[in-house]
């Protein structure tokens, strides 16, 4: 997945060192790729759907993808437009001479 500056393939073990080296200093030291990969995955599914998630993390199975790659969501999807439906005003209720007043 990685290439080096050469353009041959990184070994696995070669990447997680330089992720290593590169956050060392940060808040984000001990981070490894399969973190990284969970993330994505969790977003992709999260945002763009599960079928997105599973072709771009190249599993077969969109199960896989749901229960080892996709986290829970922290903060709620927007649904005002639904719960919108519940708070408007009913057109007979608001007419003169109705049985609402």
């Keep these: 997945m990685f290439a080096s500056a050469r ?5 696995p073990n070669n990447v997680r060192t330089r992720l290593r080296s590169a956050f ?11 973190t990284l990969r969970r ?16 072709d771009l993390l190249g599993h077969s199975d969109p199960s896989v993808t749901f229960q080892h790659y996709t ?6 999807p927007d649904v005002r437009h639904l719960l919108d ?3 408007v005003p009913d057109e ?6 109705s049985a609402a007043e």
Excluded: C, N
């Design 24 to 34: 060392a200093e940060t808040p984000y030291a001990g981070l490894e790729p399969h």
């Design 92 to 97: 007979a209720a608001a007419q003169p001479g």
């Design 7 to 11: 353009g041959a393939w990184l070994w």
């Design 71 to 76: 986290g829970p969501r922290r903060i709620a």
């Design 39 to 54: 993330t994505v995955g969790t977003l992709l599914t999260h945002e763009a759907g599960v079928d997105v998630a599973r």
């Design 85 to 87: 439906r519940f708070f």
